[in-house]
T-cell receptor, first 115, second 114 residues
Framework: DSGVTQTPKHLITATGQRVTLRCSPR?????VYWYQQSLDQGLQFLIQ???????AKGNILERFSAQQFPDLHSELNLSSLELGDSALYFC??????????????FGPGTRLTVL | KNQVEQSPQSLIILEGKNCTLQ??????????LRWYKQDTGRGPVSLTI?????NTKSNGRYTATLDADTKQSSLHITASQLSDSASYIC?????????????FGKGTHLIIQP
């Protein structure tokens, strides 16, 4: 158990809908990272927040947004869902804002299925 | 364009045998290279992190090597166990260390047979 929690574990929804994925980082970690993992693409970095502020942005679609709250939990919002958005979504956390050799701890993931 | 290529894509070995997984990268400027183990349906777990100046790093039966000149890394697993069955992902970070500078390999899927 990494100490990072994600809810829900599974989510099934229809195209065009909007969903919210939630992540609670390890105690003491200020950075939260969101990743998407699909079968053909592997892991892709979406976005990072550090202590409530956006710190780095990866291949995140405009239909997707995220935020980190004062209690440091984070939410990833996915809207106008398409079939191709079906994937595993992972949250990770770390202590620092700039990774360098800092270890990221991954949560168990949310499996999103868009029908 | 920064790329990380892993080989083989998949590998099947017998329990107790050793194996070596490869990672070649074109990421520049280089900051560090990480190996992760990912069990099916679960989040990745960090095995090793190596910077430019490190040639080798061990974590139990896992030993990673890095040749920054040839931009190659390998992960050697000694005396494999059934629990080693997983995907192994190589991740290379650009200098600066930002999360947006990460390039992920697609992983090697390892199956250990009894």
């Amino acid at each position: 158990d990494s100490g990072v929690t994600q809810t829900p574990k599974h989510l099934i929804t229809a195209t065009g809908q909007r969903v919210t994925l939630r992540c609670s980082p390890r105690s003491g970690d200020l950075s939260v990272y969101w990743y998407q993992q699909s079968l053909d693409q592997g892991l892709q970095f979406l976005i990072q927040y550090y202590n409530g502020e956006e710190r780095a942005k990866g291949n995140i679609l405009e239909r997707f947004s995220a935020q980190q709250f004062p209690d440091l939990h984070s939410e990833l919002n996915l809207s106008s869902l398409e079939l191709g958005d079906s994937a595993l979504y992972f949250c990770a956390s770390s202590v620092v804002s700039v990774m360098r050799t800092d270890t990221q701890y991954f949560g168990p993931g949310t499996r999103l299925t868009v029908l | 364009k920064n790329q990380v290529e892993q080989s083989p894509q998949s590998l099947i070995i017998l329990e107790g045998k050793n194996c070596t997984l490869q990672c070649n990268y074109t990421v520049s400027p280089f900051s560090n290279l990480r190996w992760y183990k990912q069990d099916t349906g679960r989040g990745p777990v960090s095995l090793t992190i190596m910077t430019f100046s490190e040639n080798t790093k061990s974590n139990g039966r896992y030993t990673a090597t890095l040749d920054a000149d040839t931009k190659q890394s390998s992960l050697h697993i000694t005396a494999s166990q059934l629990s080693d069955s997983a995907s192994y992902i190589c991740v290379v970070s650009e200098s600066g260390g930002g999360a947006d500078g990460l390039t992920f390999g697609k992983g090697t899927h390892l199956i250990i047979q009894p």
